[in-house]
């Protein structure tokens, strides 16, 4: 996607080339908590910030949830059956997991172990309770919420981005005015409407620019 440059280039810049020159740019380990309605934009906002910080680590979940047209498997999730999924939980492999719209999604452990000894920043893209779990386990998380700027506007997004079934759209909704009434528990709120905006807010809140 392209991203147009944003408000203070010149600060931006430093920054960026700052965090690409070095192997592990920032010298303590940092976990980031994403979380906001599906549909919201947290995948988009995600990339176009990878982007422009190519060491932010993200998190890749497992899920019992089909692989949608284009996703890969150890890419976007771990695409998993439900006994699969149910051992990980059993064998305490899962930092977090919930249920969302009929599906289970979960963190592995290890991985964010493993990121956060080496001393980089992990984004977790989760939902709202498994948000609410990490909140007790890693209290000193980031805490970032994604607003739409309506919720008609959301379920617009939705059913543009054209790969959620009728069923899922229906689910997905319910829950996310539920998810939205939640956002106040969150340290950041940032509302996706324009979205280089919205990137900028994110800057503002993982880098105080
Ligand atoms: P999420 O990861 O939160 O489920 P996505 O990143 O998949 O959401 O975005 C859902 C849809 O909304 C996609 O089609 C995406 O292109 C679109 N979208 C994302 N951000 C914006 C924005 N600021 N304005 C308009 N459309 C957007
Ligand atoms: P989707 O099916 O649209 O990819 O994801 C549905 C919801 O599950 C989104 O709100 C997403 O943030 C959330 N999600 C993705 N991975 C995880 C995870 O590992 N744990 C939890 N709790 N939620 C997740």
């Known amino acids: 996607m392209a991203v147009s440059t944003p408000a203070s280039p010149n600060l931006h810049q430093h920054l960026r080339d700052s965090l690409d020159g070095l192997p592990t ?24 910030l990878r982007d422009r910080y190519p060491n932010l680590g993200l998190s890749i979940s497992a899920t019992t949830r089909q692989p949608r047209p284009g996703e890969v498997d150890g890419k976007d ?9 149910q051992a990980m939980v059993d064998n305490g492999e ?4 919930a249920e969302f719209a009929g599906n289970c999604y979960g963190t592995p452990k290890a991985a964010v172990q493993r990121h956060l000894e080496a001393g980089e920043w992990l984004i977790l893209e989760i939902e709202l309770e498994g948000a609410r779990q990490v909140r007790h386990t890693f209290p000193q998380a980031l805490q970032l919420f994604v607003l739409p700027p309506s919720l008609d506007e959301l379920e617009q997004r939705i059913r543009l981005r054209g790969k959620d079934s009728e069923d899922a759209i229906v689910r997905r909704m319910a829950r996310a005015q539920v998810e939205i009434d939640a956002a106040p528990e969150f340290d950041v709120q940032i509302v996706n409407d324009d979205l280089e905006t919205a990137l900028q807010q994110l800057e503002i809140a993982l880098f105080n620019l």
């Open 25 to 48: 740019p920032p010298r303590t380990g940092r976990l980031i908590v994403f979380t906001g309605p599906s549909g919201v934009g947290k995948g988009t906002l995600l990339k176009a």
């Open 77 to 85: 999730y771990y695409f998993l059956s439900r006994e699969q999924f």
């Open 94 to 97: 899962l930092l977090e997991w």
